[in-house]
């Protein structure tokens, strides 16, 4: 139950950052774009750009960090485990310095990259890249700090000192541009905090694992252990980081900027759908390379069939119901009725049923149970494919040329690859695996379609449009739960069984207090 519960508040307190990440974007966004005006605030998205490409020093060594915390090394050999860890963090500080020098360098080319005219202007930017490259660098080996406490399966840990960083972070940057502050300002201020919350997360380290001790000390040895993991994770991250930002590129290089434009609004939808619908999947990462470290197998068939459920169940029933509002949710929260935004956010939904309703779990699984060389080998042959038909695509199609580029390996690999090696892995036959895993959220969708065009057909016209939306889906949401509910009795029961747990549970601490 103990384990249980953990799950549960990682994923809770996951939803919960999530939805403060939104409403933060939003604010943070308007007051960035207004205060510092275009110019400046291009600039703040850049050097934030810049951080995720540094991000690739890590050599994927942080996973590794992740996943012999996740196989209790640190209980039963806390020698090697220290060995480990002091080889990453070793690894990680020589490469902040990387960070250091490539800004300097990068301040140098700053004025052919920026097309900044100013003198003024672009020193004052220069100065601004070099401090945020040092605080960067800073922060760079503390990322091993947030690794750990996912290892230890205590997500929910990490989750409450960056929902305290992400409030925090709000009312500094207003604070600091109400008081007329500058882009050095919130630099400094922002890789301040982030340094901190990194440093909070190593004292709660600390208290999970006493004996945790960090020294600079560089043993290529020790590193070449790691490397027949985190080498594979990193050639990983290198394909993750074509497939995900390749696509902005190729519409830019052969069908221009309105194109891009396109695209990037017509991700948006499909993107908050995948933070809806994954955040229990954090979870798989820790638990496969526990279960598959201790040799439990059946445990770890069991908890990766269900997960399979669940992520079928949130793509299924939300990418519909995303599917069908998506025209008026677009026109409602970014003002946009152009038909070209919609069909791009259409395509890209398809392609997010896919990548939620198996990539989100299989390829977690498959990270840390042993199977880190097959993922890789899976992500190299998506990477090309996707560039391969993207470029094949785009002078003929366009934005949906290169979606379908995206889509067609996405939906194969899921179908002919994965999928059966699930079904195998996890010991049920293909009809009793399809059945429970996508056929039933499939039926629960039709009706719940059928529901949602009926009502709004219904409203049409009644009501504000807001207030037509959000009852349409909730109507579709309530529908789509009580059918798959109905049509999954096991689960009715399992979920009647937790709740009487709670009140039980709840009566004998009243019962307790009262005495």
């Known amino acids: 139950m103990k384990h249980n519960a953990h799950i549960l508040k990682n994923t809770l307190t996951n939803y919960l950052l999530v939805g403060l990440r939104i409403v933060q974007g939003v604010l943070v966004t308007r007051w960035l774009f207004n205060s510092l005006g275009k110019e400046y605030y291009g600039f703040w998205s850049l050097i934030w750009m810049i951080l995720v490409y540094a991000l690739l020093l890590d050599f994927g060594f942080s996973k590794a960090a992740q996943k012999y915390t996740a196989t209790g090394l640190f209980k039963s050999n806390p020698d090697t485990y220290n060995r480990y860890l002091t080889a990453v963090f070793s690894l990680l500080t020589l490469m902040a310095t990387a960070i250091v020098a490539g800004s300097f360098i990068a301040s140098h080319f700053l004025a052919a990259l920026t097309r900044i005219d100013s003198p003024e202007q672009l020193a004052y930017c220069q100065l601004t890249l070099r401090v945020f490259g040092i605080g960067c660098a800073l922060v760079f080996p503390t990322g091993i700090f947030p690794e750990i406490l996912v290892g230890l399966q205590k997500i929910y840990l990490r989750n409450y000192v960056l929902i305290g960083t992400r409030i925090a972070e709000t009312i500094g940057i207003a604070v600091i541009l109400a008081m007329g502050g500058s882009l050095l300002g919130l630099a400094i201020f922002s890789v301040t905090l982030n340094l901190s919350t990194n440093l909070v997360m190593y004292a709660l380290c600390r208290r999970e694992i006493p004996h945790l001790r960090l020294r600079f000390r560089w043993d290529p040895t020790t590193l070449k252990e790691l490397a027949n993991f985190s080498g594979f ?11 995900l930002k390749t696509d902005h590129i190729v519409l830019s290089a052969f069908a221009g900027l309105n194109a891009v434009g396109v695209y990037q609004l017509g991700s948006r939808l499909p993107e908050l759908c995948g933070n809806l619908a994954t955040q229990y999947q954090e979870n798989i990462a820790p638990i496969s390379a526990a279960l598959h470290a201790d040799n439990q197998q059946q445990s770890l068939r069991d908890v990766i069939f269900f997960a399979m459920r669940f992520s079928s169940f949130m793509a299924v029933g939300g990418i519909a119901l995303a599917y069908i509002v998506c025209q008026d949710l677009i026109a409602l929260l970014f003002n946009v009725h152009d038909a070209d935004v919609i069909t791009a956010c259409r395509w890209l939904l398809l392609n997010a049923t896919f990548t939620i309703a198996v990539r989100s779990v299989s390829d977690k699984f498959l990270m840390m149970s042993g199977r880190h ?6 992500y190299f042959s998506e990477a090309a494919a996707n560039l391969l038909i993207s470029l094949l695509l785009v002078r003929r199609y366009g934005v949906t040329g290169v979606i379908i580029g995206t889509l067609i390996p996405n939906a194969i690999i899921a179908i002919l690859v994965l999928v059966p090696y699930i079904m195998t892995f996890t010991h049920r ?13 499939v039926l629960a969708a039709a009706l719940m379609t059928l529901a949602v065009i009926g009502t709004r057909h219904g409203l049409a016209g009644t009501m504000p449009q807001l207030l037509q939306l959000s009852v349409t889906i909730a109507v579709g949401a309530l529908v789509y739960c009580a059918v798959s509910l109905g049509i999954n009795p096991d689960d009715w029961q399992a979920l009647h069984r937790v709740f009487r747990h709670k009140l039980k549970k709840q009566g004998q601490s009243d019962t307790t207090a009262g005495h």
């Open 373 to 378: 060389r097959l993922l890789t080998g899976i």
């Open 233 to 243: 994770i990193y050639l990983i991250s290198i394909s993750r980081l074509v497939l």
């Open 429 to 441: 036959s293909p009809l009793a695996f399809l059945d429970k895993v996508y056929l039933r959220p």
